[in-house]
């Protein structure tokens, strides 16, 4: 293993997704093309910044909770100075619901997820639109459907159509919401899906784990590229 190559994943916030087995998860993913992957679970080491300067690659997996003010902008820095960032689901878009600064970076915050767990749907890939998504057929999924804000900068990937479940949004025409895009965050390089409900998601339905493991690949290789 490289070693000089580097990625770091603190995990917790709400049980319910998981967190512990999706970063272990996403360890094996990254250390398969090479990369030292350590995994905290707390956020104290986010204090460190220059620590996290250092790496090509940080995974949050952490959904709702508080993160500190300095831990956020000690993130931002070492993402905007060419650190990839990457996340699935909740872990990455719906954490820290009132750090806006987060939402800009991360490119989309969660707000619905309309029929909850296991609701059938498609997510549709964007052909052409990256090499992650290269030969990748469009896939069937059964796992919450995210209803996602997005920034009108992301480059999408993968998209879903609402409605499927009907719900108040239901009013409204159909739409297509991004399921997984890719986005900058000064020189660095932002992956977010949103699947990952929970961590069998990627078992289950193989393309969304080799969409997820490009993904990762793709955000922390901005480093080497330069």
Known sequence: MDTSRKALIFQGGWDGHEPALVAHRFQKMLEKHGYACEVYDSQEVLADKEKLMG???IVPCWTMGEIAPEYSRNISLAVATGCGLAGCHGGMCDAFRQDVDWQFMTGGQWVSHP????????????????????????FPV?????????????????????????????????????????????????????????????????????????????????????
Not at 117 to 137: Q, R
């Open 115 to 138: 029929g909850g767990d296991g609701i059938d749907y498609m997510v549709t890939i964007h052909k052409g639109s990256s090499p992650i998504v290269e030969g990748l057929e469009d």
């Open 55 to 57: 790496l090509d690659l």
């Open 142 to 226: 059964c796992s919450e459907q995210y209803y996602l804000h997005v920034d009108p900068a992301v480059e999408v990937l993968a998209s879903t159509r609402f409605p499927v479940f009907p719900s108040y949004h239901s009013s409204n025409k159909a739409v297509d919401m991004p399921v997984a895009w890719t986005k900058f965050w000064g020189k660095g390089r932002v992956f977010y899906c949103s699947l990952g409900h929970h961590d069998d998601v990627f078992e289950k339905f193989p393309t969304a784990g080799i969409l997820m493991e490009r993904g990762l690949v793709w955000a922390a290789g901005g480093k080497c590229e330069r």
